[in-house]
Structures are given as C-alpha cells and as structure tokens.
C-alpha cells in the first residue's frame, strides 16, 4: 500500500501515519516530494488497516498495490487450469461447446435436445432444474424432476451435464446428477453457496454478476477456490450498462483480461449476452476469435413455445449452422472444437 | 400487449398473428396505420406468449403494457404500508432512524453503540452478524455469538434489531432475534431466500441490488409478498455506475418513483450509498428532503479500527451532530423524526 | 506518481525504470517490498511519462497521486467563488433560483414566464435560442430571434439571463444577450467552445456530461478558466446509467464532494435530471438539502403544448408551489433562498 | 403510437384523450381491455404530440412504436451503402484495415508510418491534427502544420486519410486534405458541427459517443445524411461502464443490430474500446468475427514516447503481426482484408 498525504500536511501529521504503519507491524517508506509527500508500506500481505490510515488527519489517499486474490491469480500458478467434464476438457486450449434449453421442461425435449446436440459432436448438456425468475408468478423449473430428465439424457447420450444451483440446500442434489455446477449471474456473491461449492468434488462454471467487475469476480472464484474445489470455469453473459440495443452488453474484452491475470477458463454466453438469438451467431464467432474457452448456448426444439428464454434460444437447425460456421474460423486460429 | 408489424409486413402475416393470438385464448384488435399495422390484445393476465409473437414472420415488437408486479402496487393497494418494529413505524409519514455499526465485532460495541443511539432517541439498532465480504479472507462476522449479543442489546435497550440474514439455512436463528431482516443488496434476487422469508413473521427490510432496475426491485418485493409476509421496507444504497467519486451512486430519485407505483415504505442508506462519512450527512438530509421513510446509517464507536465499512461509518459525535442537523428541517417539512 | 512492479520483477528492470525515471529528470525511491517492488517519483509536476512507465518491462502498474486540475482546485483557492449576475449571486452561501422554459417558443411566452417568475422573486431567467436536438427535423430553436426576445425579458423585468451557447461561431452573439452563458451536457467536451469561452467576460455555467467522471468535468472547467475566465458555474444534470425510472440519474451525491474539491459553485437541474415534472419538486428539496447552490428549473405557461421537454416542465403554479416549499427548508438550513 | 390508459380510467378521460388525437389531426382507435383500455393512433409521421398526451388525464403512458431515424435506415434503403475512399471501399463486405497514431508528432513519425502501413498493403491512413484532451495543458495537436504532413504522406504513398474535424471552423481546413472526416466520440451530439459536415463532399466516419445508445447515434448520422451527405462510416470505440478492466467497454454486439437496422458501414476501434495494446489483437479478431466493415486502430513507430495514447497503440512490428493474424480468419470467414 502507499500512503499519499495532503498537500500541507505538517510533519506532525506524517510522523503520526509512519507510527501508525509501525504499531501495525509493517514498515513505513517516507518518500518527501516537491508537492506532497507519500509514505510506502512494505510487510504487509493484504489491505488490512487501509481504512484506519485513510481516516488519519493529513493523509489524502491510501492505494492498495498488490491484488487480494492468490487462488485464482496466474501469478501463483502460471500454467493453465483445464477442466475435464462429460469426457472433454474446458481449457488450455480449444473451444468447448455446450449447448441446452434455458430449463428442462419436460422428459421429451431434453431427451431430443442431446440427441441433436450429441450427434453434432457437442459434449456438455445444459439445462436448469431451478430456475431463478424475476417474477414469483413464473415457472420455477421442475425441481428434482427436472434432475432425474438431465440424468437419463446423461445415461442415453453420454453427454456432461451443466445445470444451475440455487442455494446450499439442493448442492447435494444437483451434485449426484451434474458434471459441472453452474452458478447464476445473480448468485455470483452468494457466498454461503460458493463456500459450500468449495467443498464439492465437481467444477463450478461461475457466471459473472451484472454489475460484477473483473476482480469482484475473481474474487468469487477465489471462494469456491478457498476449499478444496479447484476446478473452476469463468462465464461471461453480458453485465448491464445503459445500452439498449441488446439484452445485457456481451463484454467480451474480459477474456484476454482474465487470460492475463488468471489461470482458470473462461467461456461465454452469447445468448443471455444479446437476449436475441438473431445476434447469437456473430457474437460467438466473436467468442472464438477474441480467444474464449467456449460457448454456452441456449438450443431449444422450439423457441417460439419455450417456457423460458425462447427470444434468444437457437433451433436445432440455427445451432447446427452455428457450429458449422466455428470450425472454418476455429481452424484458422489454429484452435480444436470440442 | 400491443403487436407491432413491420413496415411492409404482409396481410397473410397479419392474419397468421391475428389467429395465433385468439387460439392462445385472448382477442386481437387489428388497427391498420399509414405506414404499419398494429395489433392490440385484450383478455390476457400477464406477458405471456409474448415471446411466441416476438418471433413470428412480419413482426417487428411486441409491447408489455401492464405492469408485473401486483401485491406490491399501489394501484392494488392504495393505502401505504406501515412497519412496527421496536416499538416505532416505518412508514406512512414520519423520518424513522436506525443506526449501528455494520458488524457485531465484540459484546461491548455493539451495547456502548445501542446506549449512545438510545439516547439519541433511536430506536433500531442496525448490526451485522452475518457478513457478505468481497474476500474470503475477511471478517466474516461472530455469527450467532453476534446474535445473541443483539439479543442483549435489544434487552437492556428496548431497541428493535435490524440484521442481515444470508441464507435460508439461518433464517430462523436470525428471525428468533431479528425485528427486522435485512436482505443485503447481493440478495435481492436470491429467490430460495425471499420465498422463505415470504413464510417469515417478522419484517424484510430489503436493499436494491446494484444493478437493479426499479421493477426488479419491486418485483424482488413481490416474491416477498406473494407468501404471508406483507412487510416490506425498500432501502436504496446506492447503485453501480460509472462515477467513481463516491462507492456507488445513490440514487435518491427512485424514492419518489417508488412513492408513486408502490404503498411500501422506503429508505435510504447514505453509509454504503457514499462509501465516504464525510458525505453522510448532506447524503441522510437530501433523504429526508426528498420523502424517503427513513435512514439506515453506520455508526461505530471507534471507525477508524472498524473490521468493516470504517471509512463509511460515522462515530458518536458525528451521528449525534447529524440528529441534530435533521430535526429542524424534518420540522420545516411537518415529518416527524423518529 | 508510483511505479508498482510486478511480483518476480528482476533486478535489471528495477534499475532501467529507476534509471529512466531519472533520465526524464524527476527523482525516483526504491521501495523493496515482501512481494513486489515499488518506485516512488518526486520533482514531477504532472502525469506526463506515466505511459512511458507503464510499458517497461516488469511493471505492473503506474499510480497517479496528484490530481490533474489547478485553477479549480479548493487546494490553490480556498475560498469560494461567487459569481454574480442579474443582480444576484451564485456561490458562497445561498440557494439562487433560475427558471424558464426549455426554448423560447415565441416573445409573448417567454415575457408572460418572465414577468411570473420575478413577481416570485426569481432573478435568472433561462430559455435557449439555440438548442441541441436529437433529431434533426425536431424543433432547433428560434436563434437569434429567441435572442431578441430574451433581451426584452431582460429589459422589461430586469432578470438575468441564462442561455445555451452551442458552437464557437455563435459565442459573440449570445454573450450580448446572455448574463450566464450555458454549456450543455453533450458540448461539456467540446474543447473549441470551452477555449472560446475562456475569453468572454461573462459566467459559464457548465453542464456535467451523461457520462462525465467528477475529474472530467472539473478538468472541463479547468479549460474554462485557462483563459481569462474565472466564473464558473457546474451544474449536475443527472448521468446515464442503467436505470430506467428517471430520464437520468440525478446524482446529487457529487454535490458535497465537488464542494470538497473546488471553490465553484455547483448546481443542480432536476428538470433533466428525473425527466418528468412530477418527480421535479421532491428533488428540488433534496438538490437543497444536499448544500447545492441553487437550483435549474424548467417552467413553462402551458407543459402540455410545449415544443420541448414539456413533460419535465412546472407550469407557474406548480413553480409557486415549489418556491414555497423551498423556503421553510431553506431556513432550517439555515440557507437564503434568492 | 399508442396510447395506454390507467386502470381506471374514466370514460370521459378516454374520450377527451381520442377527442385530442383528432384535433391533432390524426385518428384514434380505442381498444378496450380486461384491465385497462389502449387507444391505437394513425396517420401520424412522427412521436409529434407524444407529450401532450402523456400529460392528459387517466394516460398512464404513450408508446412509440415507429423509430424515429429515416434515412439511416435500413428499411428506406435496404442495400449496403459502399464508402470509397483511398481506392478502398468500406462496407458492402470486406474487412477495411485504417491504421495510424493518435496524433501527427511531426513530419518523420507520420511519413515513416505510412510507408509502413502501405508496405503492409493498408490503404487508409488515421492521424490526428487536432486533438480532443481532457486537460488544457495537454498536447493539442500540430493543427495546420499536421494537416500539412498528412498532405504529404498521401502524396508519397496514395492513401487515404482520415483525421479528426473538432469543430465548424476548421471543416474547410480539414476536408482539404482528408479524404474521411472523423468526428470523435465527444462530438457525436455536436450538432453545428454534423449540420456543417452534411454539406461536405467528403465521407464522414462517426464515432459512438461514450454514453450514447444506438438510436442517438443513428440520429447523429441523421443529422449528417439530413444535408447531401449520404457518405457516412459509425465507428464503435468502446462505451462507458462500470467494468475497470479496459478503458472503455467495447460493444461489439452493437456490430450486428446496426448491420440489422441500417444500411450504413460500421468498423471498430479496439485501440480506444481497449485502452491497451496488448488486448488490441484479440479485440480486432473479435471485430472481424462478429461482422464489422473494418479496423480502426493505432499503430506508432514508438508507442512508448507517443504523445498521446501511447498505452493502446501497437509498433509496426506487432501490427504486422496483426494483419497476418486477420488473414486467415478473414478467409475462413469469406472477406477479403482490405
């Protein structure tokens, strides 16, 4: 941390904040400028004390230096972090697909929806049995029925299955059937359910929160991290900003972000991204090209009839498309489809 | 809902929406325009199937007309909700205070707080002993060791108890010593949580989530509602935006919004709205001025040694001088601080 | 400014970044620390080779600690400007009224609101001549006719005059009619206007961009009174944000932190600011308590028929209304109302 | 537009509201509802009135259903508008490349960068001559001098050259020597100046204003088409967001709805959208994946001692590295790099 004092601040004032840092165990730097003086703070391992110099008489900001996430950070662990899930690994290299209705709505169409998705190669089912819903007056998703659809499907195609958990309640549920435990963008700092998530033996796919930065988003991976749960996947969906034109605004700068500053794969969502599934295919090549993971992305047998999310669901036929139009770009950039 | 066509849409396409809106049960209303048809519908509840009509050949919109939210809505209830809880109101005129620190950090704190503040006249002590923190590795709260401190402070006070509760796991420890349970703005939409606080005796003071729209908020509230619990106190802390001169953006003009579509009470949180004490006070008299039901402020015997929220917490003095600063101009608006 | 660098950063590139700090003249400290090292740089007077800095290999980051702005510093200028115009001052202790309709329709319009207003005491009259208009076949303004018409409202009541300036070519012309020469929020960048205006002997009163940081509109300002020009009036106007409930949000809480920062007197619009007239007087009262100085308002003979911003303008009554709600408060505050 | 009455609106409400709308001049069509009643509006070109109703008694809201933009507007002109300029085309398919600094240095930096580029086979050549900059002591540019050195450097290498115009005055100046006139980010509502550039014969590329939503930007291009100017480039460059982890958050998702909506060209500026270098190349393949006409970016033979935006400008060597990186995507894709 760095002390930065007022402009005028007396030497009183400075000699006060150097004590300050030494009766705080760490060692003070007074480094006198033409201006103002500031004051570096080395032995510290993280921002504690922060507020209590920032309050003290002359002192005019406090900046923290290093980043609070260890976990998650490529500083402490350079290589690559690859998850391995339904037989296919999300990471260190290659564009993972995964693709599913918003939520399971009967036996029927999730069954249809992997055999499609199977048999064009794609690997991971998504598909929620809770569902989070603005409205108390909205179906709610099937619950533990929904789980025992995603299960059979598992069974008959072979496929991972990703689906969303809610609370800590249902963790043990969702656990026995899912191959990845996807956390909602509203859930993002819930954290009793990611401190519980830290504790599962399956990875946890996190969705960034609509107002969530990159480092309040690492530092949520970092939770699910502080257990024993390494196996962590980022998910960029979009945050809110004042933008109209789109359902969230897609930021996809964030992945050559987090590829610098973690180690962990980072996938996106085009669909709750744009909200229109018209804007789903640009938005994913843009995934592959700006050097994401993979995709998640919502298929339905028939998004006009979806309970849930049918403006930005793809129909089989749209997916296929899509998955034909990644592979010319993905070979190009020198990158496998899985 | 309204149908809107696109420019050139064809009559076949007109009638296909036409058909497809009766066979769902409601009735069209076709009104041909100089320049596109429109297509009004009546007999329906709710946005339903509005999807379906998003997407069929010719449309261009599909327009909600009717707001989502009922039990909350002032339309549907016009008289305004008032909350008893430690013996005083929220609600229905009158400026309610509650002050405290933002977390339980030992027994004498927490009681030197709730005898300063009593002695103001205040009476909601707010205090967490549960606490949603950025880092994994920050002080997480006493828990139920800081519940059962709360329990004394109400009991040698008199004051009502204002704390957060997480997850539903510890809703009934916390409802047991709670006045009021306060759902932090990461909740708002943690549905399993506001559907088991909807079962709940006691009050729901519930915080706008960062990105909140007005209506989410609303219909976070609705969920609240929509089990037995009808009392619900909305408090505005602050949004996520670009500005970056204090730690959110307050967005003081939602109270007056809110005022007008709903019959809940509304407060305001300047501690975490400013994230800087300095401009609590202007921040708590523009609260009052512009009609909210109350204050939530940070008050701590000692801020610059808080283990959380320091640099937004005010001390004795500083509270005391606020109290002061209050009461003439609650007077010059004929509201009564309480 | 400091150079942090990164954790594992060698030895060699600790001294080139020593090393080039001296060989841009300024003095640089090594900070050795547990986990990474830091520079501090004195003898520098601005931010100029931060980016240099920041590209060396082996840093991490290079933190600004002074500001960038001078003249509008409350540091080089402690007391406040008050800047006086139709006989009354802005600044320094007060609460000045201004009001007027969006654009000057027509002469008997804006001689009817000017001759209201002042029979209410009111001292500045605003009105745009020349107005920015997001399409362009809306209403553009009358021009130098509406210009005409606000010197006879000038010269009947004797009110001062606040009217928006849009380009370099029209500043001569709108500096012989206006008291106050207004900046909108979209020309709040517009370095050629601000550079011109910094020559003119009137006010500027300088509207907060929609996307304006507090350090851009300062640095704004900062253009302004580079010249010769040393009466400035901010004025927040709300920012674009994510929510939908107001046309903008007014962000009051940068009321007391420009206060904190700079000597000029600030303002606030809370006709822009909500968008609707409803929603005008209870922010009116907050702009108040918040410690602004003074208050834009739009006032209109006949909202409903206005050519623009009609839905966020009070009509005389509602104004009068306002103005006598103002004044109880404002004695509290213990605050002239002028 | 449609007109949505209140619950419980009265039928003498609902027939004064049809009454107005014929004395507009247009025709209503009441619908009446389970809940409320809607009243349909025809014969109307344009949001005209749109207040007056909104204001009336009983109204609860008016919809716009028409969009207000005409001759950008892809359903007025449904083919490509083909922008030529340097003997390349932009739009109409095609992936443009348009590389240079920030700001024209001197004469040797800005020749040496367009042979550069040239060699490389890019045919438009960005350079600024008048600078936008937040602070007033900031380097402003070379003005006429730098238009003088682009002169050159078109001479000597047959490119096309596009530079900023800042304001009314210096259009004449500018269109001299450009062969594209940019108006930057700040300007985008900068209406004297997009009225002047409308009579200009030379193409106009518009960058997005940095809180701007769609419509207000196809209006600005509006304005500009409203003249005889029918040549008009949008350029993304990144909005403003909460999100701190690049210096604007670059809207890619905007690419594909403009391409929906207008049939006017529109390229990316990843150097202004990121605000760093190194995540320029990931953002230019996304750029070129998610459909954009071309590249806007900053390319300096030594970003460290750039002027201005030496943080987010390549060297030539990795700008070459760039291009052979968008070759073979843009071949996958089946558009030729220009």
Redesign the interface.
């Known amino acids: 941390m ?1 002390v ?1 004092m ?3 601040a007396t030497t009183q004032e400075i000699d006060a904040v150097a004590a300050q840092i030494q009766s705080m165990g760490f060692t003070p ?1 007074v ?6 003086t ?1 004051i ?1 703070i ?5 921002p504690e004390g922060r ?2 110099l ?3 008489p002359g002192v005019d ?1 406090v ?1 923290r ?2 980043s ?1 996430y260890k976990l998650v950070s490529r ?1 402490t662990h350079p290589e690559p972090t690859i998850v391995t899930a339904g037989g296919v690994t999300i990471g260190g290299g290659g564009f993972t697909l995964c693709g599913g209705p918003c939520s399971v709505e009967n036996e029927k169409m999730i069954l249809e929806t992997a055999h499609k998705l199977a048999a064009l190669g794609v690997r991971l089912l998504r598909g929620g049995a809770y569902k ?6 909205a179906f ?1 998703g099937l619950g533990e029925e929904g789980l025992r659809y995603l299960a059979r499907a598992r069974a008959e195609t072979g496929m991972g299955i990703v689906t969303e958990v ?4 249902s963790v043990g549920r969702v656990e026995e059937v899912a191959d990845i435990l996807q956390v909602g963008a ?2 993002m ?5 990611l ?1 519980r998530l830290s504790l599962c033996r399956k990875p946890v796919l996190l969705k960034r ?3 969530a ?2 480092e ?1 988003w690492l ?1 949520a991976a ?2 699910v991290m ?1 257990g024993n749960n390494r196996q962590v996947i980022l998910c960029e969906r979009g ?8 359902r969230n ?9 987090v590829k ?1 500053l973690s180690h962990l794969p980072v996938v996106v969502d085009p669909s709750h ?2 909200g229109k599934s ?2 789903v295919p ?2 994913s ?7 994401a993971d993979g995709l998640l992305v919502e298929v339905h047998p028939d ?4 309970l849930s999310d ?2 930005q669901s793809l129909n089989f036929e749209q997916f296929a498309a899509l998955c034909k139009a990644l592979r ?2 993905a ?3 020198g990158v496998e489809v899985r």
């Open positions: 760095l930065v007022k402009q005028g730097h480094i006198p400028g033409a201006l103002r500031a570096g080395t032995g510290n391992r993280g507020e209590i920032a309050m003290m900001d900046i230096v290093t609070p500083e989070p819903r603005t409205s108390p007056y709610q809610m609370d800590v309640e509203r859930n700092q819930n954290y009793p359910l401190r929160g609509l107002a930065t990159l309040e530092m970092e939770y502080s945050v809110r900003t004042f933008a109209d034109h789109t605004t897609l930021d996809l700068s964030i992945v050559p972000v610098k991204g744009t018209e804007f640009a938005m090549l843009a995934g592959l090209a700006v050097g998004p006009p009839h979806a049918g403006a010319p770009v070979a190009a950039l």
